[in-house]
């Protein structure tokens, strides 16, 4: 039992690596409009590699879904469609004030919504037993850390202004108060990815039940999910492409890398999905309330580092850089507060 817990935490780990990484991409983009990058982001992320995993690893997945609990796949779908919305808020508010507190926001928020919310819906009554205490002491812990990062932000926004240190990086800066209002909105959003495949488990069970090994059978979640939320973001990067005229620009001469480092991303993002699916199966009762936060929390630690790496707080003044580090510190700590979870 100790071991599959020591797996799934290294898998969730592994998930925020390539979570927390996905964006690096973004920053030498630049010769493409932002609908450009995501467009293509979006269609093989959540489109294309879905459809080639389940094919290749259980073509009979097909026939499964159309044949699962109908509530069940109910759910998977309009949370993934709600998802969908706040994927296009994280991709704009990447742009909006870069990588590092983009992340900082979106994963913390999320991690800590995308924690609570699946134990209070699914297992009420845990919340009175060690798990519980350990998984409420850790998301407090955690809004601790996100308001400590997000007084760092403010202060580095006001000492260097709006769009310091972009590199090449992909879309507009915004001013701080709209990129917040992104990031709270693609937090929420984004927990409700995690709600919803913690409802949606009824599909796994089904698939199980029908022959599908454990991955192949959260794969089926992943697929719904997926699809559902790339019908709002591609429907949003249509409108973008033909309001901005930006079509032309997948034909522009030396395209060739921008293509390669869009479908990277979506390696990068989509390959941290399947990965997490198949991190909680094996954390027990509570996966999702102990996998979601150790995934995000680990990939918001690497954002930092590569948004540090990259400049983003070079004109950021001592005090603000000082805020960032005991903010990341305070999310350390929740991470191991809430890893304690399982045990």
Excluded at 140 to 160: F, N, P
């Amino acid at each position: 039992m100790e071991g599959r817990l020591i797996v799934g935490s290294l898998l969730a780990i592994v998930s925020g690596i390539m979570n927390g990484s996905f964006t690096l991409p973004m920053r030498f983009l630049g010769r493409w409009k932002w609908e450009n990058v995501w467009s293509l982001f979006i269609a093989v992320s959540c489109l294309l590699m879905p459809a080639a995993i389940v094919s290749a690893i259980a073509p009979q997945s097909w026939t499964l879904v159309l044949h699962a609990p109908a509530h069940a796949v109910c759910i998977a779908a309009i949370a993934g469609f709600a998802w969908g919305f706040g994927a296009i808020m994280f991709g704009q508010s990447v742009s909006a004030i870069g990588i590092s507190l983009a992340n900082t926001f979106v994963l913390a928020i999320s991690s800590a919504m995308g924690s609570f919310l699946p134990m209070l819906l699914l297992s009420p009554h845990k919340m009175m037993e060690h798990a519980g205490h350990m998984i409420l002491a850790g998301v407090t812990i955690e809004i601790v850390g996100i308001a400590l990062c997000g007084w760092a932000g403010w202060q580095r926004e006001t000492a260097a202004g709006v769009g310091a240190e972009r590199g090449d990086l992909v879309g507009s800066a915004r001013p701080m108060g709209v990129a917040l209002l992104l990031v709270v909105g693609a937090g929420l959003l984004s927990a409700v990815f995690n709600i919803g495949f913690a409802l949606a488990q009824p599909i796994a069970d089904y698939g199980r039940a029908h022959g599908l090994s454990e991955f192949s059978s959260t794969n089926l979640i992943w697929w719904i999910m997926l699809g559902a939320g790339s019908v709002a973001n591609l429907g949003f990067c249509v409108y973008l492409l033909s309001k901005n005229h930006s079509m032309a620009k997948f034909r522009q001469p030396g395209s060739v890398r921008l293509y390669s480092l869009s479908a990277l991303m979506a390696l990068l993002w989509g390959g941290s999905i399947f990965v997490y699916g198949s991190a909680v199966p094996r954390l027990g009762s509570l996966g999702t309330s102990i996998g979601w936060p150790l995934s995000l929390a680990t990939g918001l630690l690497l954002a930092n580092a590569i948004g540090v790496g990259l400049g983003e707080w070079k004109s950021a003044p001592a005090r603000a850089r000082s805020w960032m580090y005991f903010g990341i510190a305070v999310l350390l700590v929740a991470i191991v507060v809430l890893s304690r979870a399982s045990y």
